[in-house]
T-cell receptor, first 111, second 114 residues
Framework: DAKTTQPTSMDCAEGRAANLPCNHSTISGNEYVYWYRQIHSQGPQYIIHGLKNNETNEMASLIITEDRKSSTLILPHATLRDTAVYYCIVGRNTGGFKTIFGAGTRLFVKA | SQTIHQWPATLVQPVGSPLSLECTVEGTSNPNLYWYRQAAGRGLQLLFYSVGIGQISSEVPQNLSASRPQDRQFILSSKKLLLSDSGFYLC?????????????FGQGTRLTVV
């Protein structure tokens, strides 16, 4: 499974959009991009995933570049409860799908 | 709907004692199951995964073992705990009926070996 690179931490003002970048330059053609977040001392929570097209759900939007080597997770109106560590991972669902989590981006949403 | 249960939530064990953490999944059949460990301030490290009963794959050499005695039960064990086994242990499941589905995590067990 491909590795990802994310900034260590980011700040965002409450009510503003939070844009979290991720580089996955070695992604394979059949690998999806997944985003999870982890609030302190809890299990990771799934946010969104996509292959090549941009995706949107009730939590966030995912923008994937045309060459698929990077992506951006967008939280359109960040709240204090969005403060968490955000993980960008890539993987495919073959029989032994192995999700490799890096250190993620620690997002601080400030009032 | 599917749910995942993991217990206990916290555990303090002396060095050299045995360990057994249990994870069960409800509402799905034949899931892929995973055990992760997270050291303080670090990312998640995959320890074991299982694609079926009795099928266990180990990702890293360590003092731990895993077993899957039933389709929706995944157990993490150790015969003798080490200080380095302390950490936050997470169980996760992933469906295989839809391609490239997301994984769902339990709430974790915080293990402190003293």
């Amino acid at each position: 499974d491909a590795k990802t690179t994310q900034p260590t931490s980011m700040d965002c003002a409450e009510g503003r959009a939070a844009n979290l970048p991720c580089n996955h330059s070695t992604i394979s053609g059949n690998e999806y991009v997944y985003w999870y977040r982890q609030i302190h001392s809890q299990g990771p929570q799934y946010i969104i995933h996509g292959l090549k097209n941009n995706e949107t759900n009730e939590m966030a939007s995912l923008i994937i570049t045309e060459d698929r080597k990077s992506s951006t997770l967008i939280l359109p109106h960040a709240t204090l409860r969005d403060t968490a560590v955000y993980y960008c991972i890539v993987g495919r669902n073959t029989g032994g799908f192995k999700t490799i989590f890096g250190a993620g981006t620690r997002l601080f949403v400030k009032a | 709907s599917q749910t995942i249960h993991q217990w206990p939530a916290t555990l303090v064990q002396p060095v050299g004692s045995p360990l057994s953490l249990e994870c069960t999944v409800e509402g799905t059949s034949n899931p892929n199951l995973y055990w992760y460990r997270q050291a303080a301030g670090r990312g998640l490290q995959l320890l074991f995964y299982s694609v079926g009963i009795g099928q266990i794959s180990s990702e890293v050499p360590q003092n731990l073992s895993a077993s899957r005695p039933q389709d929706r039960q995944f157990i993490l064990s150790s015969k003798k705990l080490l200080l380095s086994d302390s950490g936050f242990y997470l169980c996760a499941w992933k469906g295989v009926d839809r391609p490239n589905t997301e994984a769902f995590f339990g709430q974790g067990t915080r293990l402190t070996v003293v």
